[in-house]
C-alpha cells in the first residue's frame, strides 16, 4: 500500500509543496515569492500563505529582506557545503550509534516500508517523490532518539544539504545506498551501517 502523508493543516500542505519545488529547483535559488500569486494558485487566503511562509524560513528555504520580501534562500556556497554535511553526519551518526542497540523490529518495519518506496519512486523516475522518501528515512532514524531537540537541530542542516537534489544520475543508486545503511543494521553490524550512512550524506 503506498504511504500518504497526512498533514495537519492547510499551511503545512502548502509549505510541503514550496519545500518539495525548492529541493527539485523548480524554484530557483533567489526567486521571489508572492503572497498574492500562491493565494491564487493554492486557492487560499494570504494567511496560510503567510504562515507556509514562516514554516520554510525557519527552516532556512526562504528568506526574508527588508524592501525584497520573500525568496527561496541562495545554495550553500562550496566553501561552506562542507561544513553542512559534516555538521548533518555528525548528528546522524550520533543518533544512529545512540539507539542501535534499542532499534526495534517495528523500526525497521517502518523504515522498510520507506525503502519500497523509495524504491519505487526511483524505478518509476520520479524524482519528488525519491526526495520526499529520502527525508523520511533519515527523518526516522532521528526522531527515533528520545531527544526531540536533534531533530529541530538536523532539519534546517539535511533541507539546505538537499537544496536542488541532483548528486544522482541513476536514482536507484540512492536506493541503493539506503539499502546497504538498513542492511548492515538488520546485521546488527554497527560499524557498517555507520559508514554506509556516512556515505550517504555528501
Same mark, same amino acid.
Given at each position: 500500500? =503506498? ?50 511562509? %514562516? ?32 555538521? %548533518? ?14 532499534i526495534t ?8 516500508e520507506i ?20 527525508? %523520511? ?15 529541530? !537541530?538536523w532539519q ?17 543508486? =540512492?536506493?541503493?545506498?539506503? %539499502? ?13 551501517? !555507520?559508514?554506509? !550512512? ?5
Amino acid at each position: 500500500m =503506498s504511504h500518504i502523508t497526512i498533514y495537519r493543516s492547510i499551511p503545512e500542505q502548502i509549505a510541503a509543496r514550496l519545500q518539495q519545488d525548492i529541493l527539485l529547483g523548480i524554484l530557483q535559488p533567489g526567486q521571489p515569492l508572492r503572497e498574492q500569486d500562491l493565494s491564487s494558485e493554492f486557492g487560499v487566503s494570504r494567511g496560510p500563505i503567510r504562515e507556509a511562509f %514562516r514554516q520554510l524560513t525557519e527552516q532556512g528555504l526562504l528568506t526574508l529582506e527588508p524592501n525584497k520580501g520573500v525568496r527561496v534562500a541562495q545554495l550553500p556556497s562550496p566553501k561552506v557545503r562542507p561544513l553542512i554535511a559534516e555538521l %548533518r553526519r555528525k548528528i546522524e551518526l550520533f543518533v544512529l550509534e545512540n539507539i542501535f542497540e534499542r532499534i526495534t523490529e517495528a523500526d525497521l518495519a517502518a523504515w522498510e516500508e520507506i525503502l519500497e518506496e523509495m524504491r519505487r519512486a526511483c524505478e518509476r523516475n520520479d524524482l519528488r517523490s525519491l526526495v520526499e522518501q529520502d527525508l %523520511r528515512f533519515h527523518r526516522a532514524i532521528i526522531q527515533s532518539h528520545d531527544d526531540e531537540g536533534l531533530l529541530i !537541530l538536523w532539519q534546517p542542516i539535511a533541507l539546505r544539504m538537499l537544496m536542488q537534489y541532483n548528486r544522482f544520475t541513476d536514482l536507484m543508486d =540512492s536506493y541503493h545506498e539506503h %539499502r546497504r545503511i538498513l542492511d548492515a543494521i538488520r546485521a546488527h553490524d554497527k560499524a557498517a551501517a !555507520l559508514q554506509a !550512512l556516512q556515505e550517504n550524506i555528501q
